[in-house]
T-cell receptor, first 110, second 119 residues
């Protein structure tokens, strides 16, 4: 079983839609949860970071962590074509090692 | 935000040759850098953690004699793929953690990646 599972997509939505991206994990020791955005042939860039359970909002992005279900989500409101990218979840126990999901490819159609 | 560069961005080499990839933190010091490998449609897999001035820590299953890592300064780490074979073809990405103490310490800043193709 992989440490982190993520649906690879692709996920195609119309502009303005609400996007929901999700990851599940198996290791209950993970405490830090991140979402990265990766454009084609580029390195990942950090979008959101959450510690333990709870919600965090930053503009159009909301990250949710449910540790009891070992499930994390990223919501994108009012999605834009510029949001089209691959979104990677990542998690860590103590920052010494990050475990990444395989990424979900998102396409927002104008 | 902090910038990490990688060089080269793309390299094609013949089987049996060695290739060196550089990772530089341009505007911050990084005592710790990480090397990842990413196969198409797969997640980033940590290969090794590179610490300035000491030996790198390799993940299980990664051959340290094949993937040589040197972190000689606070802004530069290199990964050398020795005796490369076609199965080593992949996207290699480095990241660096800003350890200056006045930034969000959990963030790893990623380089743009190096596409290695071994023929």
């Amino acid at each position: 079983q992989k440490e982190v599972e993520q649906d690879p997509g692709p996920l195609s939505v119309p502009e303005g839609a609400i996007v929901s991206l999700n990851c599940t994990y198996s290791n209950s020791a993970f405490q830090y949860f991140m979402w990265y955005r990766q454009y084609s042939r580029k390195g990942p860039e950090l979008l959101m970071y959450t510690y333990s359970s709870g919600n965090k909002e930053d503009g159009r992005f909301t990250a949710q962590v449910d540790k009891s279900s070992k499930y994390i989500s990223l919501f994108i409101r009012d999605s834009q074509p510029s949001d089209s990218a691959t979104y990677l979840c990542a998690m860590s126990r103590n920052f010494n090692k990050f475990y990444f999901g395989s990424g979900t490819k998102l396409n927002v159609k104008p | 935000g902090a910038v990490v560069s990688q060089h080269p961005s793309r390299v094609i080499c013949k089987s049996g040759t060695s290739v060196k990839i550089e990772c530089r933190s341009l505007d911050f010091q990084a005592t710790t850098m990480f090397w990842y490998r990413q196969f198409p449609k797969q997640s980033l897999m940590l290969m090794a953690t590179s610490n300035e001035g000491s030996k790198a820590t390799y993940e299980q299953g990664v051959e340290k004699d094949k993937f040589l890592i040197n972190h000689a300064s606070l802004t530069l780490s290199t990964l050398t793929v020795t005796s490369a074979h076609p199965e080593d073809s992949s996207f290699y990405i480095c990241s660096a953690r800003d350890t200056s103490g006045d930034r969000f310490t959990t963030e790893q800043y990623f380089g743009p990646g190096t596409r290695l193709t071994v023929t």
